[in-house]
């Protein structure tokens, strides 16, 4: 596990690079993409870095980690909107070939798995982190085991994802998501974390021992995972 620390503008640039570097190498690789506030950044340099001619998404591909259950795509709280807006509609990409998680249809989740594998597989998968340990939405307690799967939001994500919606009434109660296996298969992982919040979480996830109680600290297993923290988030290493 490689681990950077720098400002939050530093290590989105710097997170970019591993995208640049990656399709000069394979064209159409697979990437696997993230949503909230930790990424903007990155997506912010990517888009960037495309209109700037340094990097082309046109070969590339992608699936997302998650959605909501019961938002269709054009939701403006649907994750498929997110990617839209921040990275899909900026950038050189085919959006045919942009996958996430449907909402509406979760009758066999693990047909996504199965999409991801007959595509060759994800090359390299974004994650962020939650203050509780989750990546994607694989809660505390979510076997390492697990495949694309619907989970039941905690109350503390369902709360630090209200300020997305007019109410906590109105933030989903169930998501959509890749299991823990899913992201492991990923050939290679970038973690993100920003912010003193994220910082008891980073601390745990680096230091403590591997447990499904800190779905994260499964990364130490992973044998090509970098890490990318803001002196904030890494404030208590």
Do not use: C
């Amino acid at each position: 596990m490689k681990i950077i620390i720098d400002s939050a503008g530093k290590i989105a640039a710097l997170a970019a690079q591993q995208y640049v570097d990656l399709l000069k190498r394979k064209p159409n690789a697979i990437l696997g993409g993230a949503t909230g506030s930790t990424p903007l950044g990155l997506y912010a340099e990517l888009v960037r870095l495309n209109k700037a001619g340094e990097i082309s998404f046109k070969d590339a591909s992608s699936f997302n980690l998650d959605e909501y259950v019961g938002l269709d795509g054009t939701h403006d709280q649907s994750y498929r909107y997110f990617m839209d807006h921040n990275l899909f509609d900026h950038i050189d990409i085919d959006k045919s070939r942009t996958r996430v998680p449907s909402g509406i249809d979760v009758s066999d989740p693990s047909a996504y798995d199965k999409e991801i594998a007959a595509a060759g597989g994800v090359d390299l998968q974004l994650l962020g982190i939650g203050n509780n340990g989750h990546i994607g939405f694989n809660e505390p307690g979510t076997p390492f085991g697990s495949l694309t799967h619907v989970v039941e939001l905690t109350e503390s994500t369902r709360d630090a994802n209200k300020r997305f919606f007019k109410s906590i009434d109105e933030v989903p109660t169930h998501a959509v998501t890749m299991g823990v296996k899913t992201v492991m298969q990923a050939r290679s992982i970038i973690l993100m974390a920003i912010g003193p919040a994220k910082a008891p979480i980073m601390k745990e996830m680096l230091q403590g021992p591997v447990t499904e109680k800190v779905p994260a600290s499964v990364l130490q297993l992973h044998p090509d995972v970098t890490v990318y923290m803001d002196f904030e988030a890494a404030k208590l290493l």
